[in-house]
């Protein structure tokens, strides 16, 4: 069994900096397909940010400079820095995993277990 517990979600400005975490139970050893999601409000879930069991990571085209994936496996935790943040990146933000190999990795099918989710409110 995964559980994922999202965590580090806000308001801020334009311009702004936040950092979400996601903190993972799971068996010792399991290696992990990860990846952040976010649900724009009237809009289907998008991927954001990838990263698989290697460290191997992705972006979206429209975070890609601003946002950096991360994991420390010491603490069984996956980070999304986010920074210079725009109104546009206002949603509520998912941690997924899954622990098969991920072909398409911003494939919101591709993982079985997910977070609970953290609202990200960026204002003008």
């Known amino acids: 069994q995964i559980q994922l517990v999202e965590s580090g979600g806000g308001s801020v400005q334009t311009g702004g900096s936040l950092r979400l975490s996601c903190a993972v139970s799971a068996n010792t050893g399991i290696r992990l397909s990860m990846a952040w999601f976010r649900r724009i409000l009237g809009y289907e879930r998008e991927g954001v940010a990838a990263?698989?069991?290697?460290?191997?990571?992705s972006y979206a085209d429209s975070v890609k400079g601003r946002f950096t994936v991360s994991k420390d496996n010491a603490k069984n935790t996956l980070y999304l820095q986010m920074n210079s943040l725009k109104p546009e990146d206002t949603a509520k933000y998912y941690c997924?995993?899954?622990?098969?190999?991920?072909?398409?990795?911003?494939?919101?099918?591709?993982?079985?277990?997910w977070g609970q989710g953290t609202q990200v409110t960026v204002s003008s």
């Open positions: 997924a995993a899954d622990p098969h190999g991920v072909v398409n990795r911003f494939d919101l099918n591709e993982y079985n277990y």
């Open positions: 990263i698989d069991a290697d460290g191997s990571t």
